[in-house]
T-cell receptor, first 112, second 110 residues
Framework: GENVEQHPSTLSVQEGDSAVIKCTYS??????FPWYKQELGKRPQLIID?????GEKKDQRIAVTLNKTAKHFSLHITETQPEDSAVYFC???????????FGTGTRLQVFP | EAQVTQNPRYLITVTGKKLTVTCSQN?????MSWYRQDPGLGLRQIYY???????DKGDVPEGYKVSRKEKRNFPLILESPSPNQTSLYFC?????????FGPGTRLTVT
């Protein structure tokens, strides 16, 4: 079936450094790629998303890049802060529907 | 305020005792979904619904039932809960892709 692979599963960085999380997807018809942040004990919250007609999108310190040919997309966080510590999930749409296939998550720890 | 609500937020029950977790959204979304979250396994979809009276199995539907009789509500039913259904459950809804998650229901089955 369709799936999304996410790497790494854990990532530790020093405050101020950059963090990169990568995902690959299998469904060539996927056209929507969101990233969710889940803080401890809370619900996943959308932080940025990208659609298939765009190669890159940026929002302050976070950016997402998409390579449709290679079927992978990445989340980039620059100038990391301790409050960026959380679990991050990537996802890809299932064909052209609202159904999302999620990656298994990356636990990001930012040390002061 | 636009939101997805779930009840109860916490539930401890015993094996075999039927239970229902309610989910409601006030955003007039057509798509609704249930996920379970277990350590190291991410968010796995249980069931989803594209619209009223339309439901379909996700990746882990065994042991669960759902119904979608009205647009705003999408209850999750465990007819005979077992300990392997101990998990954190999230309901979500969306229109045009962006999914909004409920606050989660932590279920423990002993």
């Amino acid at each position: 079936g369709e799936n999304v692979e996410q790497h790494p599963s854990t990532l530790s960085v020093q405050e101020g450094d950059s963090a990169v999380i990568k995902c690959t997807y299998s469904d060539s018809a996927s056209n929507y790629f969101p990233w969710y942040k889940q803080e401890l004990g809370k619900r996943p919250q959308l932080i940025i998303d990208i659609r298939s007609n765009v190669g890159e999108k940026k929002d302050q310190r976070i950016a997402v890049t998409l390579n449709k040919t290679a079927k992978h997309f990445s989340l980039h966080i620059t100038e990391t802060q301790p409050e960026d510590s959380a679990v991050y999930f990537c996802a890809a749409s299932f064909y052209n529907t609202d159904k999302l296939i999620f990656g298994t998550g990356t636990r990001l720890q930012v040390f002061p | 305020e636009a939101q997805v609500t779930q009840n109860p937020r916490y539930l401890i029950t015993v094996t075999g005792k039927k239970l229902t977790v309610t989910c409601s959204q006030n955003m007039n979304h057509e798509y609704m979904s249930w996920y379970r979250q277990d350590p190291g396994l991410g968010l796995r979809q249980i069931y989803y619904s594209m619209n009223v009276e339309v439901t379909d199995k996700g990746d882990v539907p065994e042991g669960y039932k759902v119904s979608r009789k009205e647009k705003r509500n999408f209850p999750l039913i465990l007819e005979s809960p077992s300990p392997n259904q101990t998990s954190l459950y999230f309901c979500a809804s969306s229109n045009s892709y962006e999914q909004y998650f409920g606050p989660g229901t932590r279920l423990t089955v002993t």
